[in-house]
Nanobody
């Protein structure tokens, strides 16, 4: 199966920056894409950014111009650079990996999440 380990969350003041990292490990035959979702208290999980195996990226409108997603295919790692953070960005950020593993079925895998808190 696929394991995802996230790092880089924490507490930051408004206007500050954080960089999240997520490394995939395990038996992985194909990765179609990796990305980030977030869930704030009382809200549904929402897409933040995706990077697919072809190199294209998708960013939620709410983070365009502030967040950047990048990936290192060889390391099976995806990064989320978050600048100009706002209190509304406070949430648990989850890493997502769409891949084929030992069951030979394409599906989504999820990390445990990392807390990002933006507060003065």
């Amino acid at each position: 199966q696929v394991q995802l380990v996230e790092s880089g969350g924490g507490l930051v003041q408004p206007g500050g920056s954080l960089r999240l990292s997520c490394a995939a490990s395990g038996t992985i035959f194909t990765i179609y894409g990796m990305g980030w979702y977030r869930q704030a208290p009382g809200k549904e999980r929402e897409l933040v950014a995706l990077s697919n195996s072809g190199g294209s990226t998708t960013l939620a409108d709410s983070v365009k111009g502030r967040f950047t997603i990048s990936s290192d295919t060889a390391k099976k790692t995806v990064y989320l650079q978050m600048n100009s953070l706002e209190p509304e960005d406070t949430a648990v950020y989850y890493c997502n990996c769409n891949a084929i593993s030992t069951d030979f079925r394409r599906k989504d895998y999820w990390g445990r999440g990392t807390q990002v808190t933006v507060s003065s």
